[in-house]
Every structure is written in structure tokens, then in C-alpha cells.
């Protein structure tokens, strides 16, 4: 049981250039979703899903593409890379099921654009 | 939009005492949950402890307790005594159950001195 995956760990973009982090669980959660954390702000919430298929926007969802086609996997597209888009990404699961809705986090994956 | 708030940037306390963080929200909700998650230099994501607006009695897990005021909108976390491992950051959440969007404070940085 591997939880919640990242990958990768560190990327390094130049402005303009398109990429995919992707995010992977094997604990059947039905929620998913990404923040980012910059420095002195705390988690902020991107985009999540409540089910595969359905998608919604958090608090920071421009430049910012998500899809949910499988209940395992989640990943992230920056569209366009900025340098405010430098930041450390974490993709998190949980278990609706269970009732704690306790978030499950991935290691995270640390961008930075050049 | 929920908003949660940690007023207290950095804390320090000695090895063996307690030390309480503060963390309060502004919310219109009646039924939602709470949670503090600790993020040691490891960059991991822990869950503390979490609450149930419902519930009136205070959790506890261990070392670690809350003070949930409802009316006041607090949520403060106790930690007794403090273990050099508990230094990390400590995030404060909100979230409304069956939508999966969480929001966090901006953090406080909690060390444990020798």
C-alpha cells in the first residue's frame, strides 16, 4: 500500500513551457486534490474531485487544468508556467466513506519556473 | 468563502511544557470539521487531531488536545509536554463535510527547546 504518490519530486521549468505533475492512490479514495504552499501562506486549495469524473475549483485554480477520468489518479496541468507558479505542490486523498475525512498527503513536488 | 486564521507566525517553548496554539475561522456553517496537521522539515503532512462541529466534547489524542469554542469560532490545540520532535509547522483547517474543499491557516512554527 504506497498511499499517495508524486512525481515527480523536483521540476524546474522555463516561463511559457507546459507540464503535468501527476498524483496517484491506491487506497480507493474518492476525494482528491491538489494545493500549493508557498511560503508564509499555508496550503491553498487548487482544484479537487469528489469522484472520477467530476472536478471543482479551489481558491487558486488559474493556470491550472484538472481531470479525473479513473478513481485512482489525479494529475495537475500548468498550462503555461509563470514564475508566480513557483511552489511546492501536494496532492492529497480521502475517504468520504469513513466519515473522518481525514486528508492523506503526497510527498509533494517541489516547481520552480526560471 | 471559509477563512481560518493562526495569528501566531512562530512559538517557541521549553522541553516537557505545554504550549497551545491559536486558530480561529469565520464560517456560516453549523456542520463542519477542524483538524491540525503537523509539517515536520521532512515537508510531510501529519494529522494531529480533528473535530466535529457537532460534537461539544473536546478531542483529545494523547499529548494533544483541543479547545473548541463554537460560538467564538476557536479552535486552539494543546500540546503537553512538548517532545523535541514535535518542533514543525502546525496548520489549522476547516472544512465542510461531502465537498472535499479544505482550507488552511498560514501556519504556526512551533520549537521545542532543549
Known amino acids: 500500500n504506497a498511499g499517495v504518490t508524486q512525481t515527480p519530486k523536483f521540476q524546474v521549468l522555463k516561463t511559457g513551457q507546459s507540464m503535468t505533475l501527476q498524483c496517484a492512490q491506491d487506497m480507493n479514495h474518492e476525494y482528491m486534490s491538489w494545493y500549493r504552499q508557498d511560503p508564509g501562506m499555508g496550503l491553498r486549495l487548487i482544484h479537487y474531485?469528489?469522484?472520477?469524473?467530476?472536478?471543482d475549483q479551489g481558491e487558486v485554480p488559474n493556470g491550472y487544468n484538472v481531470s479525473r477520468s479513473t478513481t485512482e489518479d489525479f494529475p495537475l496541468r500548468l498550462l503555461s508556467a509563470a514564475p508566480s507558479q513557483t511552489s511546492v505542490y501536494f496532492c492529497?486523498?480521502?475517504?468520504?466513506?469513513?466519515?473522518?475525512?481525514?486528508?492523506?498527503f503526497g510527498p509533494g513536488t517541489r516547481l520552480t519556473v526560471t | 468563502a471559509q477563512t481560518v486564521t493562526q495569528s501566531q507566525p512562530e512559538m517557541s517553548v521549553q522541553e516537557a511544557e505545554t504550549v497551545t496554539l491559536s486558530c480561529t475561522y469565520d464560517?456560516?456553517?453549523?456542520?463542519?470539521?477542524l483538524f491540525w496537521y503537523k509539517q515536520p522539515p521532512s515537508r510531510q503532512m501529519i494529522l494531529v487531531i480533528r473535530?466535529?462541529?457537532?460534537?461539544?466534547q473536546n478531542a483529545t489524542e494523547n499529548r494533544f488536545s483541543v479547545n473548541f469554542q463554537k460560538a467564538a469560532k476557536s479552535f486552539s490545540l494543546k500540546i503537553s509536554d512538548s517532545q523535541l520532535g514535535d518542533t514543525a509547522m502546525y496548520f489549522c483547517a476547516f472544512m465542510k463535510p461531502y465537498n472535499n474543499d479544505m482550507r488552511f491557516g498560514a501556519g504556526t512554527r512551533l520549537t521545542v527547546k532543549p
Open positions: 474531485s469528489v469522484g472520477a469524473g467530476i472536478t
Open positions: 492529497a486523498s480521502s475517504d468520504r466513506t469513513s466519515g473522518s475525512y481525514e486528508q492523506y
Open positions: 464560517t456560516s456553517e453549523n456542520n463542519y470539521y
Open positions: 473535530q466535529e462541529a457537532y460534537k461539544q
